[in-house]
Every structure is written in structure tokens, then in C-alpha cells.
């Protein structure tokens, strides 16, 4: 059994152009290699000019043409199928940001990793909160980009119970190759149980909750290590020299200063990291939201 409906399709026109062009390499190789030998200068002297031969032009121009045909055909057949999703098909948010995966479903449920039912279409609503990105499942054979203010879409139906590997084929930053996710297809009754069970209350501080969700984390480190962002440990009261309307200053940074930066990105940029990589947060993050991510941050000693 395929891991989705369409491997077979992909994978025969992937074997069909790839034994063409095998058989066309090791063909021409070996008439190379004989009219090596067989036309040397020792074994002709005088050179012989053959100015014209239109049977084999005619081979050689009708033949490559049918063969171009047919792996065309053989293509589109397997490719025409991706572009129109089923009526029935239950629809998934899947929204890109550096460096994250998060799947939001119809009843609001969201997921970093895509969770759907056995043998039932689905589509995912493709949507990017920041730069391009490619979502990429490679055991299913789909691949789409995701790009800023477009709408694109894939569907699929996934055909064999397992976990999937799901990458972003798109270089998107720094931290590109870490944005990874899983596709889980379970048994409908598991999936249904799963959509409507709400995650169990745990002692995380709600703003660390809302960092994860936010992919905060791919930029910031908790301990106090650079990345693409400067770390959130110690960052409340820290001296740090800002940029600012090109203007360099030395300031502590406090609740006023990273609520700024939160809410608008190009408000400042910090000395020594890369400006301009950050989402606004202003129409995403409630101003609950945003003191519930500082006071966690203030826990960062």
C-alpha cells in the first residue's frame, strides 16, 4: 500500500524518464566507444566527408520528439490530479514562519505537527506569516510553496498508518533546516478523539506557552546562548545598544521597549543581530498576551 494516492502516479513517471535516460546514456556510450576504434586515423587515413543523410536525421529528430511526448504526458497525467482538491475534502490551515509548522483545524484546534484520518482527503490551506517557504511531504510525493499574501493549496489522502516527515523545501533563513514537522495518519476513530480533546492543563507559564506557539523560540535561546535573536535570559533590565531611526543609544531594556519590538519590528533593531527578520506581532498578540510573554521573560535570570 502507497503511503498516499499519489506515489504511484509520481513514482512511475520518476522510473519511466529515468530508465529513457539510462538507456540513452549506456546506448550512446557504447556507439561512442565503437566509432572510437572503428573510424581511428589508422583505420582511415583520408578522412571521409558525409555532407548529408536524411533518413537519419529524420530518426533522430522524430524519435527524441515522441519520447519528450510521452514522458510530457505521463507527467501532466500524474501532476493534473494535485491541482483540484476533492469537495469532501477536510481543510487544514498549514501556516509557515520561521522556523515552524503549525496546523490549525475547522473546530480551532492547532497542532505543530499535522495529525489526519486514514483514507480521507485532505486539504491544506497554505499560508506563510513571513517569507517563502516550501511544505514538503516526501513519502506522500507533494510539494508546495508557501508564499506571503498568495493562496495556494495541496491535498492529498493519506493511504498507510505511520509518522511522515514533513520539511520546508524552501531556504527561508538561518535556522531553515530545523523546520521540521510530522504528518501522523491514524485510524479515524483515534483521529476523531484526538480533534476534540483539548491539551491537559500543565504548571507552564502561559507566556512560555504563547513563545512556543509563536516560534519564538527559533530565534530566541532561554539560555543565554546567541542565535538569529538575542537571548531571553536576563533580557528585562539588560543594557543593550539599540539602532533607531539610524541613531545608535544605549538603553535597559524594559517592558515599554520590548513591547515596542513585539508589536513593531522595524521600531528598533538590536546592535550586533540582523534587523528585519521578525513578524509584527501587533494584530497576532493580544496586550495580554504580550505582558504574559514579558513576565515570563523577567523569570529568565
Not at 549506456?26 to 572503428?38: H, K, P
Not at 533546516?177 to 504528518?183: K, P
Request: charged share 20%.
Amino acid at each position: 500500500m502507497n503511503a498516499s494516492n499519489f506515489v504511484e502516479g509520481v513514482d512511475f513517471s520518476l522510473y519511466l524518464i529515468l530508465s529513457i535516460s539510462v538507456f540513452f546514456l549506456v546506448g550512446i556510450t557504447i556507439v561512442m566507444i565503437y566509432f572510437l576504434f572503428r573510424y581511428s586515423k589508422k583505420r582511415n587515413p583520408v578522412a571521409t566527408n558525409i555532407p548529408h543523410n536524411t533518413y537519419l536525421e529524420i530518426i533522430w529528430t522524430v524519435i527524441p520528439t515522441i519520447l519528450v511526448l510521452i514522458m510530457f504526458w505521463y507527467g501532466w497525467t500524474g501532476y493534473k490530479p494535485m491541482l483540484t482538491a476533492p469537495d469532501d475534502a477536510m481543510e487544514i490551515d498549514a501556516i509557515g514562519q520561521m522556523w515552524k509548522w503549525t496546523f490549525k483545524y475547522e473546530n480551532g484546534k492547532t497542532s505543530d505537527s499535522l495529525v489526519i484520518p486514514i483514507n480521507q482527503p485532505v486539504k491544506l490551506n497554505l499560508i506563510s506569516k513571513d517569507v517563502l517557504h516550501s511544505l514538503y511531504i516526501p513519502a506522500f510525493r507533494v510539494k508546495q510553496d508557501v508564499v506571503p499574501g498568495k493562496d495556494y493549496m495541496m491535498w492529498f489522502t493519506g493511504q498507510k498508518l505511520g509518522t511522515y516527515d514533513i520539511l520546508c523545501a524552501e531556504y527561508c533563513g538561518q535556522l531553515h533546516s530545523y523546520m521540521l514537522s510530522t504528518c501522523n495518519v491514524v485510524e479515524n476513530e483515534t483521529f476523531e478523539n484526538w480533534l476534540v480533546t483539548t491539551q491537559t492543563a500543565t504548571d507552564e507559564h502561559p507566556g512560555l506557552t504563547l513563545i512556543k506557539t509563536n516560534a519564538c523560540l527559533s530565534c530566541h535561546t532561554r539560555d543565554g546562548s546567541r542565535l538569529v535573536g538575542p537571548s531571553f535570559k536576563g533580557l528585562v533590565g539588560r543594557e543593550e545598544t539599540i539602532i533607531r531611526n539610524g541613531v545608535s543609544e544605549d538603553v535597559v531594556m524594559d517592558s515599554e521597549l520590548i513591547t515596542s519590538k513585539i508589536k513593531d519590528p522595524t521600531s528598533f533593531s538590536v546592535d550586533g543581530y540582523q534587523a528585519g527578520l521578525m513578524t509584527p506581532y501587533a494584530e497576532i498578540l493580544s496586550d495580554d498576551d504580550i505582558n504574559q510573554i514579558i513576565d515570563y521573560i523577567s523569570t529568565l535570570k
